[in-house]
């Protein structure tokens, strides 16, 4: 089979790669020169993604995979293509459908009978048969449903182990008919492979939703609800640490029950997931009180952290704060919606010098992003940590000279490595 994927990135290049491990030929498609060039040549164009650089260079020497600008072209090759072009929303929460209209315009051009088009990236409800149904028959003179078959099919990853996630997690699978449905589902099972799931109420593989909309639902579904136990534990732990209490310990309490699960606190939970999704499920139901709060309550974990600071060092007025991590999460490097925004925001609004490090950018790359570069060791009056990176687990006082409280919002650091310091975790008391 030949298959074309639409954009390159995090999740599009591990899928792309993962099509012809299974010994299709794949077309990877992105407007970027420079990383359409990168993997012609076999080089992975981003770090952090387990087995990428390993299978990337395998499915390239054997002709499996080659990438390309032409995205109209290479639809006009392919019997089925996959998009994964990111979707964002502006700040009043209305999705930019901007990349992903250029993209399906694109596909038009080159779509021809018969073809799978699957719309991966996670989209509102209702906006694969409403959006782009439309758009594909303007662009190509084709019927959707009936000349080409159009279906909405969720990634359902995380960045840094899409392989495994692959493997792990049922495929989700929606048409826009009946026809399109059945087509799907045929070209997932011959691209993925299932591990065994016992723990699932069916057999893992490939799920049918029935319909675009329940697939679309169904993502918007799971992230949202995340958001939500992550709100509710962030406010959790601010009442905790006002109390003394130690939630870490109660949220483990907790979740021994079979039925419970509230996620770790933290300053915030960033990349292209969790702080979008939601907004999307607001931008089709506005009325879901519970869904805007949450956002609002997660948005509002860096100023949180900042105030922690400030409570326990004083007024920061012209002193030196380190923020340490600029990955939305530990071990990725991605800066999407990360908290470090918010935390350097803040900082700054309380007239502190701010400084910023991540063992994962360099100090060309923090600079790019509007920061100014630390370097571990350097003197520092007061430190927030803000990403999980396992290159922080192990500092001690001595890696801060000067330092006199520090914030760690991620549980990753060992309190005992800072006697002497004013240490505060997210989430428990003094």
């Known amino acids: 089979m030949k298959i074309a994927v639409v954009a390159l990135g995090k999740i599009g290049l591990p899928l792309a790669v993962q099509f012809a491990k299974k010994g299709h030929q794949v077309i990877g498609c992105d407007v970027n020169q420079k990383t359409v060039d990168l993997i012609n040549a076999g080089l992975e164009p981003f770090p952090g993604e387990n087995f990428l650089a390993q299978y990337l260079a395998e499915v390239v020497v054997s002709g499996h995979l080659v990438a390309t600008v032409d995205t109209t ?31 399906t315009e694109k596909i038009a051009a080159g779509l021809k009978p018969g073809t799978l088009v699957s719309y991966e990236t996670t989209l509102p409800v209702g906006t694969t048969r409403n959006r782009f149904a439309p758009a594909l028959e303007n662009g190509s003179g084709l019927k959707a449903g009936v000349d080409f078959h159009l279906v909405f099919s969720p ?92 939630i870490a310990k109660v949220i483990a309490a907790s979740n021994s029950q079979p039925y419970s699960h509230i996620h770790q606190p933290g300053i915030a939970v960033g990349g292209h997931c969790i702080p979008i999704y939601p907004r999307f499920y607001l931008w089709n139901d506005p009325e879901a009180t519970v869904v805007r709060s949450a956002r609002e309550a997660n948005a509002a974990m860096p100023e949180h952290a900042v105030k922690l600071l400030s409570d326990n060092f004083g007024d920061l007025t012209g002193k030196t704060v380190a923020a340490l991590g600029i990955s939305y999460r530990g071990g990725v490097k991605e800066s999407a919606f990360s908290g470090i925004f918010g935390v350097v925001t803040a900082l700054k609004a309380r007239g502190a010098n701010v ?30 940590l803000q990403a999980d990176h396992k290159e922080y687990k192990s500092l001690t006082k001595s890696d801060f000279p000067g330092v006199q409280a520090i914030v760690d919002g991620r549980r990753t650091m060992d309190r005992k490595n800072f006697e002497g310091v004013s240490f505060r975790v997210i989430g428990a008391g003094a």
Do not use: C, H
């Open 355 to 384: 400084v910023v490090n991540d063992p994962m950018y360099t100090d060309e790359e923090i600079v790019g992003l509007g920061f100014l570069p630390y370097a571990i060791g350097q003197k520092v009056d007061a430190v927030i």
């Open 155 to 246: 990634e359902r990853v995380l960045t840094g182990r899409v392989f495994a996630d692959l493997r792990k997690y049922p495929k989700l699978v929606g048409g826009i008919n009946d026809a399109s449905t059945a087509a799907g589902i045929e070209f997932y099972q011959a691209v993925l492979d299932f591990d065994d799931r016992p723990d699932l109420s069916e057999k893992n593989g490939v799920w049918n939703l029935g319909t675009s909309e329940a697939s679309e639902m169904a993502k918007l579904a799971e992230t949202t609800y995340r958001d939500v136990n992550i709100a509710l534990a962030n406010q959790f732990a601010i009442f905790a640490e006002g109390a003394n209490i130690d």
């Open 73 to 103: 072209a290479a639809v006009s090759e392919s019997d089925a293509v996959v998009i994964v072009v990111p979707l964002f929303v502006n700040n009043d929460g209305i999705p930019d459908f901007g990349w992903m209209d250029d993209a």
